[in-house]
């Protein structure tokens, strides 16, 4: 399979309804995680752009889903984050609804589940992997943020990551960097084995 070239990239449609999803035969990678865990850094990093899915300054305004379709064959799907917890509650309803819509009617060829390296993953990280899990699709669990955490606390975290998201030995929980590039090589081969 020819090396999928991330410099040919484009943003095709933000989608806030059923109506507006993607209808393809091209695969879609899911990228999902709660706000501010760095989604769009994470693609960033993967696209080799600074700043082409927008790097939020405010957290939890987007309950849309963004898709980039990159060398016209996979399509990289941008969740809305959740968790904010300045959110109204009718923003949170509208979320669920929509996420349930796109588990509904959507095709999944990989799901990407992106949570903070620091932290215990929380409940709605535990739900959003359950969906994922869900699609019977492979899954992939990145830990982010690993520069700020010492190397010496990597290990016990990401086993924290595990645990707590009941996940089976088969997926891989990838520590992660979008700042320092740590984990690319790892998640851009799984995503090359998709195409
Ligand atoms: N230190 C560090 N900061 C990061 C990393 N990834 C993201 N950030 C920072 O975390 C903040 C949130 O990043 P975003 O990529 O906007 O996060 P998001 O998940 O897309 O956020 P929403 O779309 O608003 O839900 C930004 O200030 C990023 O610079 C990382 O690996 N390390
Ligand atoms: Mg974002």
């Known amino acids: 399979m020819a090396k999928l070239n991330v410099n040919n990239v484009r943003f095709v449609r933000s989608a806030a309804r059923e109506d507006q999803f993607i209808r393809t035969a091209c695969k879609k990678i899911v990228f999902a995680g709660k706000s501010n865990v760095g989604k769009s850094s994470v693609i960033n990093r993967m696209l080799n ?113 595990r645990d707590t998201l009941e996940i089976g030995a088969e997926v891989p929980v990838i520590p992660f960097s979008a700042e320092k590039g740590e984990g690319k090589n790892e998640l851009f081969a799984l995503i090359q084995s998709c195409c």
Not at 139 to 157: G, M, P, R, S, Y
């Open 49 to 161: 752009r600074r700043n082409f899915a927008r790097v939020g300054s405010e957290p939890g305004k987007t309950v849309h889903i963004n898709y980039f379709l990159i060398d016209e064959k996979i399509y990289f799907v941008d969740l809305p984050g959740y968790g904010y917890a300045k959110v109204s509650s009718a923003e949170k309803e509208r979320w669920a609804r929509l996420m349930e819509t796109f588990f509904q009617n959507e095709t999944v060829d990989l799901g990407v589940l992106i949570v903070d390296s620091r932290h215990r993953p929380t409940q709605d990280d535990c739900m959003m992997s359950s969906f994922l899990q869900d699609t019977g699709c492979p899954f992939v669990v990145v830990a982010n943020k690993t520069d700020k955490l010492k190397k010496t606390q990597i290990e016990a975290n990401l086993q924290l990551i």
